[in-house]
């Protein structure tokens, strides 16, 4: 691989081979493959989970890392994303994570040839590297043939780039897609999945619930966040309707009784911590370049 901008960017190969050395690093089936070079990680939007994951990951590597901090960098006097990448790659960074609020930024350093970029998180765009880590959890919980599985995503979806990275992954593994938006808009998605009014309507049938977190940085219109558990997120009694084995997620970061009732952070059901730790994994093997 070179480039990792998004999950369609990936060929069927490439996907199967990053999940399975994902997995077997998740698994701790193998010890960590060693590669030599420097990442930097240019977030240009606030980061504990993926900026922590993709340090440690490199880490494990055996690689440098190089955080930078963009509220003192270049981009403050202006130099836009292409050029600070292209001077971290002649100073001998060979690759480079980036999280940029805006859509496009990320895709259009397609085109660099000497520094691998991998997509950390764009604007509402995608985040593949969450995605293929939430793919691992599901597959260590129910072995790796997904088919004929259903996953529910339910929340702020319009404004979520790992709701598109889903329906980007997901249906390629035979997996049925059901959203639950926190709002009547139209979705502006691509990828086949069934929309409910209510969450309740689809409870039994969900082999997983993924809840996502309101997007207060990128709405016009906050919600009432003291009525949003009520109305849109998953409550105490919700988790009593699920199926046996059914998974509880979300990709973080979460605020208990606001998406998610808190006592079912700490449910047996629930996967968060497992997803995190699922991000170090897929990040070595997205870094190994394998």
């Known amino acids: 691989m070179h480039h990792l901008l998004d999950i369609a960017s990936l060929s069927d190969e490439d996907l199967g081979t990053l999940l399975t050395l994902g997995q077997n690093l998740y698994e701790h089936r193998m010890p960590d493959p060693q590669i030599k070079g420097w990442l930097a990680t240019l977030f240009y939007e606030p980061s504990t989970r993926t900026r922590c994951s993709f340090t440690i990951a490199a880490r494990r590597l055996g690689m440098e890392v190089l955080n930078l901090d963009m509220a003192t960098s270049a981009a403050q006097k202006g130099e836009d994303l292409r050029d600070s990448v292209r001077t971290l790659s002649a100073m001998g960074v060979t690759t480079v994570a980036v999280r940029h609020p805006e859509n496009r930024a990320i895709q259009d350093l397609s085109s660099l040839q000497n520094v691998r970029v991998i997509n950390a998180g764009d604007g509402t765009r995608a985040h593949p590297t969450q995605a293929l880590g939430d793919v691992l959890v599901m597959r260590s919980a129910w072995g790796h043939d997904l088919t004929n599985r259903t996953i529910v995503i339910c929340g702020n979806i319009q404004h979520s780039?790992?709701?598109?990275?889903?329906?980007?992954?997901?249906?390629?593994?035979?997996?049925?897609?059901?959203?639950?938006?926190?709002?009547?808009?139209?979705?502006?998605?691509?990828?086949?999945?069934?929309?409910?009014?209510?969450?309740?309507?689809?409870?039994?049938?969900?082999?997983?619930?993924?809840?996502l977190r309101v997007q207060k940085e990128r709405m016009a219109v906050i919600p009432d966040l003291s009525r949003y558990l009520n109305d849109f997120g998953l409550k105490e009694e919700d988790a009593k309707r699920l199926k046996s084995g059914a998974l509880i997620m979300h990709p973080g970061p979460f605020n208990r009784n606001v998406e998610i009732a808190s006592a079912l952070v700490d449910h047996p059901a629930c996967m968060i911590q497992n997803q995190v730790a699922a991000g170090v994994a897929i990040r070595m093997a997205v870094l190994a370049g394998v």
Do not use: C, E, F
């Not at 997996?175 to 639950?180: A, I």
């Not at 938006?181 to 969900?206: S, V």
């Open 161 to 211: 780039r790992v709701a598109r990275s889903h329906l980007a992954l997901l249906p390629r593994l035979g997996v049925g897609v059901h959203l639950v938006a926190d709002n009547d808009d139209p979705l502006d998605l691509t990828g086949p999945y069934r929309r409910h009014k209510r969450l309740q309507d689809i409870l039994p049938d969900a082999d997983a619930i993924m809840m």
